[in-house]
T-cell receptor, first 118, second 118 residues
């Protein structure tokens, strides 16, 4: 249980175009999802917290207009990189906090999306 | 503010050796959760363990074991008889469960890249 599906896994786009990344909780409802960005050989940096039915909370330094987050349902959050530029190339990964399932449970992560802007 | 330090950037061991990955955390909160995640080359984060601040019992799961010591604010991870499949980046993370801004966010360490040489 507690599976998060993220699509696409890889995307190459031209500079100036927009890219949408989807994150779905398959077998549970996720009122809160998190979006991270990871540069090569670096740790995960939280970009924003996505709350179902309300505006996302962005971390300091993250451009709200560049990275649009929509959490329209309890099972789907989307991240849209608008007017992408080569410096937006990175690995984006989403996470959801599943309901507690006994003693040992953890945040579930999607498989990530590797975005390359050319 | 919360902080997680993984001082070991990269570790190489020969197969069947034991290896310990260090994690030191900082928080002023008395209630918190600690996590370990594995990130293989494919990129997906795999949940390994969660420990709450009130449970200092060490955990063993197969070849994996965790040593949680509040006195030193450490949550170290040991792999016994390492295997090539253990090669990955391992992240330690901290979460503070409180309401309001920043609630339930994971703070990650920078990760330790483990290479197991056959």
């Amino acid at each position: 249980g507690a599976v998060v599906s993220q699509h696409p896994s890889r995307v190459i786009c031209k500079s100036g175009t927009s890219v949408k990344i989807e994150c779905r909780s398959l077998d549970f409802q996720a009122t809160t999802m998190f979006w991270y960005r990871q540069f090569p050989k670096q740790s995960l940096m939280l970009m924003a917290t996505s709350n179902e039915g309300s505006k996302a909370t962005y971390e300091q330094g993250v451009e709200k207009d560049k990275f649009l987050i929509n959490h329209a349902s309890l099972t789907l959050s989307t991240l849209t990189v608008t007017s992408a530029h080569p410096e937006d190339s990175s690995f984006y990964i989403c996470s959801a906090r599943p309901p507690p399932q006994g003693k040992n449970y953890g945040y579930t992560f999607g498989s990530g999306t590797r975005l390359t802007v050319v | 503010a919360q902080k997680v330090t993984q001082a070991q950037t990269e570790i190489s061991v020969v197969e069947k050796e034991d290896v310990t990955l260090d994690c030191v955390y900082e928080t002023r909160d008395t209630t918190y959760y600690l996590f370990w995640y594995k990130q293989p080359p494919s990129g997906e984060l795999v949940f390994l363990i969660r420990r709450n601040s009130f449970d200092e019992q060490n955990e063993i799961s197969g070849r994996y074991s965790w040593n949680f010591q509040k006195s030193t604010s450490s949550f170290n991870f040991t792999i016994t008889a390492s295997q090539v499949v253990d090669s990955a980046v391992y992240f330690c993370a901290l979460m503070i469960p409180y309401s309001g801004a920043g609630s339930y966010q994971l703070t990650f360490g920078k990760g330790t890249k483990l290479s197991v040489i056959p």
